[in-house]
């Protein structure tokens, strides 16, 4: 593995488990093996390192939510389901990802806060828009009952956060345990009949 390779896995790593104030570049440098100053090699500074990582991750999530959201629009049966599952399942194999992640939303960097969350608002403006455009096509296709699209999105992006944070803290949880609580939410918004 490269130095660089390595450089971003430990700060990835330190900055998911300790947060990005707690990390410094003293304790990626010792826990790369190498001295500090040779950090500077390939980032000016700390805040430089956290924001590549931070691009890098949201580049992935961006393209596995595209691919994940492309084939549920053209997909005809489940698909909303597809995009709760393939959305969790991504994320609780990823468990450093995901803390990662929850660091950028739950306590990002203040001098950093108003450019990581307009970052993140620009990708996840992308997938509401698609996850409107599968809402309105189920209740158009009466797979849904006839009730405010927005509703249906928000409960339904509460129902995919909640159960993810259900699978990252018991990791134990089964997979078919998804589709016995999508069930019943499914049968909360699907048209009666």
Do not use: C
């Amino acid at each position: 593995m490269s130095t660089l390779l390595k450089i971003k896995e430990v700060a990835f790593t330190l900055f998911a488990q300790k947060g990005y104030e707690a990390t410094t570049l003293n304790d990626i440098a010792a826990e790369v093996g190498i001295k500090k100053p040779s950090l500077y090699v390939y980032f000016s500074s700390k805040q430089e390192l956290f924001l590549t990582l931070f691009e890098d991750l949201l580049t992935e999530y961006e393209r596995e939510l595209q691919i994940i959201s492309d084939h549920a629009l053209k997909s005809n049966e489940n698909s909303l389901f597809y995009l709760f599952e393939k959305y969790i399942l991504w994320f609780a194999q990823e468990p450093i990802k995901t803390l990662f992640w929850n660091r950028v939303f739950l306590f990002p960097p203040q001098e950093l806060k108003e450019e990581l969350l307009k970052r993140i608002s620009s990708v996840e403006d992308q997938f509401i828009q698609k996850e409107i455009e599968l809402i309105d096509r189920l209740i158009e296709d009466k797979e849904i009952r006839s009730i405010n699209r927005e509703d249906v999105l928000l409960s339904f992006r509460s129902l995919r956060e909640g159960m993810l944070m259900t699978f990252l803290i018991n990791s134990n949880l089964d997979k078919e345990k998804l589709k016995s609580i999508w069930d019943i939410y499914w049968n909360g918004v699907k048209e009666r009949g």
